[in-house]
């Protein structure tokens, strides 16, 4: 692969792994301010067509935001593809969890929480005035770094979201809950004790119980945070083995400190350090040929 | 004492040796001390055991010749009368000594104590539970830390001032402002009933639950707001992640998180109401011998009716009406623990799905 997708262009249609190269390669450095496409996007007040249509399920413009004085986020103008895997990469402290949990706006409970720029959900602001977060969160599910089972029983559990919004009657609750009970793989493992509770699961199914829990609110983005990091290897395999049969229907964004990992299951690499939005470009261009010095160093190894 | 003396010895190291460390030297050092040390742990572990028995076994001893007399019409019986006048006769019946024409039944005093702990209770769980949730989840830090000295403030009115408040100030209050207007439209249903007619002076069964709902808001919402503090932020997260509202993350995950916990609170907060003596004897009129005809007119309960009649009591010379006393103190003994047994009870049977182990509850 020769061509290299760096900083947040994404043009080629879902399902399509080989990106058009089309889109001249902005870099990072001198040739264009950063955050410049971003001021431009939101002076035209929607996402252009050229550069954002078709691909991109959320798209970041010109994203800052830290909580009190630090910034966490410097700038970020990120596409990310829609109906693809992205991974989120970078350093310990390099802002690629909170990126993720501005997506669908969990950082809003943290105290001291400030941000400027915009992201876009299919073209829309997430800040935008009488937007219900409710809405947003059930469209924008979430996988946690440890499994977080309510305090329910496993039928329960999977279902909790579909309760709270009301998306099925009380006839419905069951058939949604094995679909996604078979969906992940847990069914023939919790079938006859549904009333169970989820805490004696092991931690793999566990995790699994949370991915069928966010699945079965009919989601459009999964965010998984670092998803397997408390998990043994044999859990982590089914987690990645379920994230590929996830896409094109859902967007998958994937926090992971595991290099291996981001490589297996991602379509996309996002690089980020202190902060900054390093590259972004197809994960194979992204891990054997970097644009950026910073991600070669990384991916190599040598810091972070 | 005893447990604090090897550690304070200086011949077992020196500062910057850890305690562990220090205590077992001092211990090694002297097994006269570890001996002092074992019994004291011993003897404190069985002072409660002992005192609850003793206190149980003085008590049934006194009552004795009254629960014999007494029978099982004690409990169905609303009558309190302690014998014929100023020329009373000493009697003997089936070998208890009492004064001619005494009669006792306490229905009226334990109907009293179960009622105004429910009022108390229905009144105090609640804004316990929601002022916890409040505390921890909604006000501003700052905030929350004054809302927790006010909760332990109000825990530690002494209870004849809130009493003397309750007989002076709230109990009129209730009767001329707000008792009418519920009296006029409850309907007239049973247990609603209750809340028709009569509206009294202030002194009754509504009063004095409220007065002890006062009491015991404190040591719900206290036990509460800490309960729910332990709770891991990581399934909240899960829930608001998922859309849920702020109550519904609230009702589905963070009190059945500490429901357990909470049923413990409640109990903890019963035994304060059933056995609270002194704001209560001030609130509720005492009217012995009788059941109240509604929750507004007087009434009295177990701890009042022994508080006030005691001196009257002790007139008894052949010591029955005090035996009498005795026999009322085991009957609310007995409802105490029962409330205790029954909500262990309830615990087993709630606490349905399992929570992970050492979740810190």
Redesign the interface.
């Known amino acids: 692969m020769n061509h290299s997708h760096v900083r947040g262009t994404v043009s080629n249609p879902a399902g399509h792994p080989q990106g058009d190269p089309s889109v001249a390669p902005a870099s990072a450095g001198p040739g264009r301010p950063p955050g410049a496409l971003g001021a431009a996007l939101k002076a035209e007040g929607l996402a252009s067509p050229q550069t954002r249509a078709g691909g991109a399920a959320i798209c970041t413009l010109g994203l800052t935001l830290g909580f009190q004085q630090r910034d966490v986020l410097c700038n970020i103008d990120l596409d990310v593809a829609q109906g693809k895997v992205t991974a989120l990469l970078g350093p310990t402290g390099s802002g690629k969890t909170t990126l993720l949990r501005t997506f ?1 706006r ?1 950082n809003d ?1 943290v105290s001291g929480y400030r941000h400027s720029g915009d992201v876009l959900l299919d073209g829309r602001s997430i800040w935008r005035s009488g937007l219900d ?6 469209k924008v ?2 996988l ?1 770094q ?1 499994p ?6 496993i039928l329960d559990n999977v279902v ?2 579909v309760k ?2 009301r998306l099925a009657g009380r006839a419905g609750i069951r058939p949604i809950a094995e679909r996604h009970l078979r969906e992940v793989g847990l069914w023939d493992a919790v079938a006859t004790r549904l009333k169970d ?4 699961l092991s931690g793999g199914q566990q995790q699994l119980l ?1 991915l069928a ?2 699945l079965a ?1 009919d989601p459009d983005v999964l965010l998984l945070d670092e998803p397997t990091s408390s998990l043994d290897p044999v859990a982590t395999e089914s987690i990645e083995a379920l994230i590929r049969t996830l896409v094109p229907r859902l967007t998958v964004v994937i926090v992971t400190h595991n290099l291996a990992q981001a490589r297996r299951v991602s379509d996309r690499t996002v690089f980020l350090n202190r902060g900054r939005l390093v590259e972004h470009g197809d994960t194979g261009q992204v891990f054997e040929n970097p644009a950026e010095a910073e991600t070669a160093e990384y991916i190599s190894g040598r810091f972070g | 004492m005893a447990a604090s003396a090897p550690v304070a010895k200086p011949e077992g190291g020196a500062g910057g040796v850890p305690l562990p460390l220090r205590l077992g030297a001092a211990m090694r050092g002297s097994a006269r001390r570890g001996d002092v040390i074992r019994w004291a742990g011993r003897i404190g572990a069985f002072i409660p055991l002992l005192s609850l028995c003793a206190i149980m076994g003085v008590l049934l001893f006194e009552a004795l010749p009254a629960i014999r007399l007494n029978g099982w019409s004690f409990f169905t019986r609303s009558v309190w009368n302690e014998g014929t006048g100023y020329n009373a006769q000493i009697v003997t019946t089936d070998g208890v000594k009492h004064l001619s024409g005494s009669s006792y039944g306490a229905l009226p005093e334990i109907v009293g104590t179960i009622g105004t702990s429910l009022i108390a209770l229905v009144v105090a769980v609640p804004v316990s539970v929601g002022a916890a949730l409040m505390i921890v989840e909604r006000l501003p830090r700052r905030l929350a830390y004054l809302v927790g000295v006010f909760l332990e403030l109000l825990a530690g009115i002494p209870s004849v001032v809130v009493g003397l408040w309750g007989a002076v100030t709230f109990g009129p209050f209730i009767a001329h402002d707000v008792a009418p207007v519920i009296a006029r439209n409850m309907p007239d249903v049973p247990v609603l009933n209750f809340f028709r007619g009569n509206t009294g002076n202030g002194e009754g069964m509504l009063v004095s639950g409220l007065v002890l709902a006062i009491m015991v808001i404190p040591i719900v919402a206290a036990t509460t707001r800490d309960l729910i503090r332990q709770v891991p932020i990581l399934p909240r997260e899960g829930a608001i992640a998922l859309g849920m509202s702020d109550a519904q993350c609230a009702r589905r995950i963070t009190l059945p998180w500490v429901r357990s916990g909470i049923i413990g609170a409640v109990v903890l907060g019963l035994g304060r109401a059933l056995g609270e003596t002194m704001a209560v004897a001030m609130t509720c009129g005492v009217l012995l011998g009788a059941l109240p005809g509604n929750v507004y007119t007087t009434m009295t309960t177990i701890a009042a009716t022994i508080v006030t009649y005691l001196d009257t009591a002790f007139l008894d010379a052949t010591g029955f009406a005090v035996r009498t006393l005795a026999e009322l103190g085991l009957v609310l003994m007995v409802i105490t623990l029962a409330a205790n047994v029954g909500a262990r009870l309830l615990v087993r049977r709630v606490s349905g799905t399992a929570l992970p182990i050492g979740r810190g509850v």
Do not use: D, E, K
């Open positions: 669908n969990m409970m977060t409710m809405a947003l969160r059930r599910g979430m946690f440890r977080n089972p309510f305090p329910m029983s909790a979201g709270a919004h509770s989820p805490f004696r949370c829990r966010a609110v």
